[in-house]
């Protein structure tokens, strides 16, 4: 059978600095990011049954983990304050990939794949 996976986007703004970085982003700027997320069942089908019948996850849910787990946190900050690690689009989009599989897994649900626009031209992913 062929796995069936949902994706749901989102944006947030921030600001950082690459410190030692030769280029411009050495100095304090910020971006509007925009976070794809794409899950699947582990099993690759769909819920059963119960209100979310026919579904990977429920939209909604998969809102309500994301704005909680990462958008409530890094939205509107500076990016540098909140992480312990250089704040590349790599860096955030390999730590977003490990705090939602660790949030989803319970759900038998995983991270297939996340990518993370820096700006409308360049983006950093994690694909399973």
Not at 77 to 91: C, G, Q, S, V
Request: aromatic share 8%; with cysteine; glycine share 6%.
């Amino acid at each position: 059978m062929t796995a069936i996976s949902v994706t749901k986007i989102f944006k947030f703004d921030a600001a950082h600095f690459l410190p030692e970085h030769s280029g411009k982003c050495a100095d304090l700027h910020g971006h509007t990011y925009r976070l794809e997320v794409t899950v699947a069942r582990k099993d690759g089908g769909l819920v059963a049954e119960g209100s979310s019948a026919g579904m990977v996850l429920d939209f909604g849910d998969l809102k309500t983990i994301v704005q909680r787990e990462i958008i409530e946190k890094v939205d509107h900050k500076m990016l540098n304050d909140i992480f312990p690690f250089r704040t590349t689009a790599e860096n955030m989009v390999i730590h977003f990939y490990e705090v939602l599989e660790q949030q989803l897994a319970p759900l038998g649900v995983e991270v297939l794949k996340l990518r993370l626009w820096e700006t409308q031209t360049s983006f950093a992913e994690v694909v399973k």
